[in-house]
């Protein structure tokens, strides 16, 4: 059975104090919930202040994730955190978001290369895709697309990876995907992975359309832009997942 996962991205917001009492809000509100997995993806920069109240391997609920790295494990690439650095503090890592690929032009060889330097470091990616427009033909060019980005990997590999299906015309829009059209394309993606992968609905999620998500049969979890950063949307989210685990 797959264990549903919600996870934060927090892109480039909060200061340091905002990260460490939304982190510490989250931490407290959670501790209950105990069949699903939270990921937390805070700017990098905050990554090692908040292992301290969130450490790696200690809550099995509660995780950290990075929300990008490098495929080097070192050297002269000024700016870029190699895997080996955020496996110190943090388990899974997001890659392939389409504000890396619309924004830094990062390509699918790029991201195909962090995918496996993050399984060579024993990070668990989080690994994105989605269509610009939303028509007939997505499915199929999204299946093909993620064909590409996970040549390569093992069957562990591909079980352990988590795939987040967020359609770019969806993300910050206030016009998510509905729920039934989520859960035909996610259904189509899997036929790419197996049945073990774990793959999330991401755009424009809200406490009030999460539920709508995640009762469908091959969503598994969301990825979470502007309401991770609402204490309580957030946490209603996760309780959501819970009681529907």
Same mark, same amino acid.
């Given at each position: 059975?797959?264990?549903?996962?919600?996870?934060?991205?927090?892109?480039?917001?909060?200061?340091?104090?905002?990260? $460490?009492?939304?982190?510490?809000g989250?931490?407290?509100? #959670?501790?209950?919930?105990?069949?699903?997995?939270?990921?937390?993806?805070?700017?990098?920069?905050?990554?090692?202040?908040?292992?301290?109240?969130?450490?790696?391997?200690? %809550?099995?609920?509660?995780?950290?994730?990075?929300?990008?790295?490098?495929?080097?494990?070192?050297?002269?690439?000024?700016?870029?955190?190699?895997?080996?650095?955020?496996? !110190? #503090?943090?388990?899974?890592v997001?890659?392939? $978001?389409?504000?890396?690929?619309?924004?830094?032009?990062?390509?699918?060889?790029? /991201?195909?290369?962090?995918?496996?330097?993050?399984?060579?470091?024993?990070?668990?990616? /989080?690994?994105? /895709?989605?269509?610009?427009v939303?028509?007939?033909?997505?499915?199929?060019?999204?299946? $093909? &697309?993620?064909?590409?980005?996970?040549?390569?990997?093992?069957?562990?590999?591909?079980?352990?990876?988590?795939?987040?299906?967020?359609?770019?015309w969806? /993300?910050?829009?206030?016009?998510?995907?509905?729920?039934? =059209?989520?859960?035909?394309?996610?259904a189509?993606?899997?036929?790419v992975?197996?049945?073990?992968?774990?793959?999330? =609905?991401?755009?424009?999620?809200?406490?009030?359309?999460?539920?709508?998500? %995640?009762? &469908? !049969?091959?969503?598994?979890?969301?990825?979470?832009?502007?309401?991770?950063?609402?204490?309580?949307?957030? #946490?209603? #989210?996760?309780?959501?997942?819970?009681?529907?685990?």
């Amino acid at each position: 059975m797959r264990t549903k996962l919600i996870a934060g991205n927090w892109k480039m917001n909060t200061n340091l104090a905002d990260a $460490h009492v939304l982190a510490n809000g989250i931490r407290s509100e #959670v501790e209950h919930i105990e069949k699903i997995e939270v990921v937390l993806c805070p700017p990098t920069i905050w990554l090692i202040e908040l292992a301290h109240n969130i450490p790696l391997g200690k %809550l099995p609920h509660l995780k950290l994730g990075a929300q990008n790295m490098y495929f080097e494990s070192k050297g002269a690439f000024t700016g870029e955190t190699a895997p080996e650095m955020i496996k !110190e #503090v943090a388990e899974y890592v997001i890659l392939g $978001h389409s504000e890396r690929t619309h924004i830094f032009h990062e390509d699918a060889e790029l /991201i195909s290369k962090k995918v496996k330097a993050a399984f060579a470091a024993g990070l668990k990616p /989080i690994l994105c /895709i989605g269509e610009d427009v939303q028509d007939e033909n997505s499915k199929t060019q999204l299946a $093909h &697309q993620l064909t590409e980005l996970v040549a390569g990997l093992s069957e562990e590999q591909i079980q352990t990876l988590v795939v987040a299906y967020e359609p770019v015309w969806a /993300i910050g829009s206030g016009n998510p995907a509905t729920a039934e =059209y989520a859960q035909e394309v996610i259904a189509a993606l899997r036929q790419v992975v197996n049945a073990e992968t774990r793959i999330l =609905y991401g755009g424009s999620v809200t406490e009030e359309n999460a539920k709508a998500y %995640l009762s &469908q !049969e091959d969503i598994d979890g969301l990825l979470i832009g502007g309401t991770s950063l609402k204490l309580k949307p957030f #946490v209603t #989210v996760c309780q959501i997942a819970d009681d529907l685990s």
